[in-house]
C-alpha cells in the first residue's frame, strides 16, 4: 500500500528511472561491441523495473478487489507472472552466457514452454489491466467522485509508465 501512497510524479520517476537506466545501459553495451557486463546490467534494471510494476498492480489489485478470495486469486495469477518474469530473465542470461549474444525472438519456438508462458501470462495481465479499469471507474462512482470514462482509464493503464501519473491521482482521491 507504500505505492499508493506516493506523490504521482514520484511513482513516475519510480518507474521510469530503472527502465530509462536499462535502456541506457544496453544502448551503451551496443556501443561497446556487445559488452556483457553492460547486457546483464540492463536485464537487471528491466527486471526492477518490471517487478516496480508488479508491486504497484498488487497493491491496486488489494484495494480494488471485493472479497479475500478474489484478492488471493488475483495476487496469486500475478505473482505466478513475477515468477514467469524471473525464469524468462535467467533463461535469457543463461542463453547469454552460453552463446555470447542475447537470444532473439527468432530463435525461440512457438511451442517451446517460454513462449506459451509468455502468450498466457501476457493475456493475464491484459485482464488484469482491463479489471482494474473497471474496478477503478466502478469505484469511483461509487463514492460520488467524477470518474474518467472506462476507455480512458484503460488507456491510462495501458502507456505505462506514463498512466501511472494519471492513475496515482485518482487512486490517491479515493483514500
Avoid at 513516475?12 to 536499462?22: E, F, H, R, S
Avoid at 524471473?86 to 542475447?102: E, I, P, R
Avoid at 467522485?145 to 491521482?169: A, E, K, M, N
Amino acid at each position: 500500500m507504500f505505492l499508493l501512497r506516493l506523490r504521482p510524479v514520484v511513482m513516475l520517476l519510480l518507474i521510469v528511472l530503472p527502465l530509462a537506466a536499462g535502456a541506457v545501459l544496453q544502448a551503451a553495451a551496443d556501443l561497446a561491441g556487445k559488452n556483457t557486463q553492460l547486457q546483464l546490467a540492463s536485464t537487471a534494471l528491466s527486471f526492477v523495473f518490471a517487478m516496480i510494476f508488479c508491486a504497484w498492480i498488487a497493491a491496486l489489485t488489494w484495494k480494488l478487489a471485493r472479497g479475500t478470495l478474489r484478492r488471493l486469486v488475483l495476487l496469486f495469477l500475478l505473482l505466478c507472472g513475477v515468477v514467469f518474469r524471473a525464469w524468462q530473465d535467467c533463461w535469457s542470461v543463461n542463453k547469454f552466457l552460453a552463446t555470447g549474444k542475447m537470444p532473439s525472438v527468432e530463435e525461440i519456438d512457438p511451442l517451446s514452454a517460454i513462449f506459451i508462458l509468455h502468450a498466457l501470462v501476457s493475456l493475464f495481465v491484459v485482464y488484469l489491466l482491463v479489471w482494474l479499469s473497471v474496478s477503478l471507474v466502478k469505484k469511483e462512482k461509487s463514492s460520488g467522485i467524477s470518474s474518467s470514462p472506462l476507455w480512458q482509464t484503460l488507456l491510462s493503464f495501458f502507456v505505462f509508465p506514463v498512466g501511472v501519473f494519471f492513475i496515482q491521482r485518482r487512486i490517491q482521491r479515493l483514500s
